[in-house]
């Protein structure tokens, strides 16, 4: 992503935090280093002594791809990891075009979808040609439509993608805190005036993250106002299934390798005990090492074929899969309104799996619709989405907001 301006140094107090630092540029990311070479001592940067969700660093960037933007920044800030210790995170911001409305401009926070665990697959460090610019122009399309509404956006790469340490890919705390995280850094950011109410719209890997914000967010943020949730074929239904899955077939789908890396190095991220590598057979062993320096659209290309096994005979799975149950989404229970959208030909996320999770929601009489989008795949349910947002918004704001448990 071309910038139009050098470095704007909103460093807040931390000296050793220039351009070296975490800015995950696109210099950096074309050069597919891996994670390690951007890595920087938290010792050069006393994070632990600011608020979470304190601004640490701002460029301004293109706002090619939001036509209704009139700025975009690049940002890094003051968050929590998995167990509330103090990360540094990236992300990006867009604000609408026109004066903020008195009280400020309200805030959509966006989690992105599955991208991968190296750093090259954070989103705010896109650019033409690069591994995640496809996803970017996907996405690009509802986020636009939230700007057209009058909103600002921000935008998290969530813990480890362009910045220090791994992805922990699905952690439930690690994407809740940072995606709310993502919005505090927001209200830094000056001279600009933002409103106190927000919203979450996530998909796929981000539409668990948005589930997790629904249930949990007002929550971790009482001094903001968490207005509600548009969630678009969330993953992590049954999340534990896809070890199990692999477990037990003796040749994996294609359309699942690429995905299997990203999963199991995520959970290592957040859990080293793991040791995933003690687990798997040679074969899966370096696809996994492959998936450690590229992202998914790079490992959908360049894995030609699926190994005729993933775990070694005699791999204890009970640690990984146990992990993984406690980060499915059926324990996310929302406290504000949410809407899901689902494609019924999604080949990513089930769509059984996601009605599930809705049908258990109406059980619990939570404030949730349900969406089917006809013949969509898993990004056809995005692009539909920017179609929805408006709705959403005006039937949330006047007080219309309905349930469809009773009709679906």
Request: one cysteine or more; aromatic letters at 8%.
């Amino acid at each position: 992503m071309k910038t139009k301006s050098s470095l704007l140094k909103i460093i807040v107090g931390c000296a050793g935090l220039g351009s070296a630092y975490l800015l995950a540029s696109p210099a950096i990311s074309r050069k597919c280093k891996n994670q390690n070479s951007q890595k920087c001592n938290h010792q050069n940067c006393d994070i632990a002594a600011k608020t979470p969700g304190t601004l640490l660093a701002i460029e301004e960037q293109s706002t090619d791809l939001f036509p209704h933007a009139a700025q975009r920044f690049l940002i890094t800030y003051r968050s929590r990891g998995i167990h509330s210790e103090p990360i540094v995170v990236s992300g990006f911001v867009l604000l609408p075009q026109g004066k903020p409305p008195r009280g400020g401009w309200p805030v959509l926070a966006w989690a992105h979808g599955t991208t991968g665990v190296a750093d090259t697959c954070a989103p705010s460090g896109d650019y033409v040609g690069g591994p995640v610019h496809a996803y970017q122009e996907l996405a690009s399309k509802p986020l636009d439509a939230w700007l057209a509404q009058g909103y600002a956006v921000v935008a998290t790469d969530y813990q480890g993608l362009g910045t220090p340490g791994k992805h922990p890919y699905m952690n439930a705390q690690s994407q809740l805190h940072t995606v709310v995280d993502s919005v505090r850094a927001l209200h830094f950011l000056k001279p600009y005036h933002f409103n106190r109410k927000w919203y979450v719209m996530g998909h796929s890997q981000g539409g668990a993250a948005a589930l997790m914000v629904a249930a949990h967010g007002q929550k971790d943020a009482p001094e903001l106002k968490l207005r509600g949730a548009l969630v678009v074929a969330p993953g992590g239904y049954q999340y534990e299934g896809i070890a199990q899955y692999a477990a037990s077939h003796p040749q994996i789908e294609k359309s699942v390798v690429a995905f299997l890396p990203i999963v199991l190095l995520g959970a290592e991220a957040a859990d080293p005990s793991l040791n995933i590598m003690n687990l798997l057979s040679p074969e899966m062993a370096q696809i996994v090492n492959y998936a450690r320096n590229h992202g998914l659209s790079e490992l959908q290309a360049d894995v030609k074929e699926a190994p005729q096994t993933v775990f070694k005979p005699d791999a204890d799975l009970n640690p990984l899969i146990e992990y993984s149950k406690k980060q499915s989404i059926e324990n996310m229970i929302p406290t504000v309104p949410v809407m899901i959208i689902q494609g019924n030909k999604d080949q990513i996320v089930d769509y059984q799996g996601t009605h599930a999770y809705y049908q258990l929601m109406c059980t619990k009489q939570k404030p949730i619709a349900f969406k089917t989008v006809e013949g969509a795949d898993h990004h056809g349910s995005l692009r539909q989405s920017q179609f929805m947002v408006e709705d959403f918004i005006n039937s949330v704001e006047q007080g219309k907001f309905m349930s469809t448990c009773e009709t679906n």
